[in-house]
């Protein structure tokens, strides 16, 4: 059951947001109010072009809204400058991407400690085997993207998101690129490292069975969410 006094880890105020495009100006959100709570699991389906991963970037503040504002762990990231920004994502965030994002010149553990250090964490290299052994990578970590199948690079995408312990996780169609048995095992993965960390997880996709796991789950269309499962 949602707990109405946690934290509200990520908050929407009225966002709309607009994009030029060759005829004018595109509404992608149009006046979207969301609070997800500190612990909460919640999915965002909808078609494709209905903006989802526009919302899921505007969350990181990857993307200015248009109007509105966007709060995250309590603070609003509407104004702020791209430098504290930066260090709100690194404090906060982790992500999970459909197509994996992961650096090529880089072995498995590489893709883990690197990243971190970029951002100003000493990540030990213990603890970023520790993370590989947890999501059945231990004998990947001097192994580079390319050796590995599309299953064991998203494995790696997610212990890459988990590995500093973000408060929030944000994962855009985390499934979309693999087939059924892998996306099955990446589900299951996602939410039982989740669980553990009491991770706050946001997610977009196109997959109802991956939706349905989650506590609540919201539709987009036409700019605007509608409930599916409160």
């Given amino acids: 059951m949602r707990d109405e006094t946690a934290l509200n880890m990520i908050e929407f105020q009225q966002v709309s947001y607009t994009v030029d495009g060759p005829e004018g100006s595109l509404s992608i959100l149009d006046g979207v109010s969301l609070q997800v709570k500190q612990g909460e699991t919640v999915a965002i389906i909808g078609p494709s072009g209905a903006g989802k991963s526009s919302l899921l970037s505007l969350a990181a503040g990857l993307e200015r809204v248009s109007a509105g504002g966007v709060s995250v762990a309590g603070q609003s990231i509407t104004n702020i400058s791209e430098s504290a920004l930066a260090a709100m994502r690194a404090e906060h965030i982790g992500f999970v991407f459909q197509s994996f994002l992961l650096i090529p010149e880089l072995t498995a553990v590489e893709n883990l400690t690197v990243p971190s250090q970029l951002c100003g964490k000493i990540l030990a290299k213990g603890q970023a085997e520790g993370m590989l052994e947890k999501v059945g990578l231990a004998q990947r970590a001097r192994h580079y993207p390319q050796q590995m199948s599309g299953g064991e690079q998203q494995r790696l995408a997610i212990a890459r998101a988990f590995v500093h312990q973000p408060n929030i996780l944000l994962a855009d169609e985390p499934t979309g690129n693999l087939d059924r048995a892998n996306g099955e095992h990446i589900s299951e993965l996602l939410f039982e490292l989740n669980e553990a960390q009491g991770t706050t997880l946001l997610l977009v996709t196109h997959d109802e069975a ?12 036409n700019g605007q969410l509608e409930v599916v499962k409160q």
């Fill in 210 to 221: 991956l939706a349905a796991k989650c506590q609540r789950v919201l539709r987009l269309t």
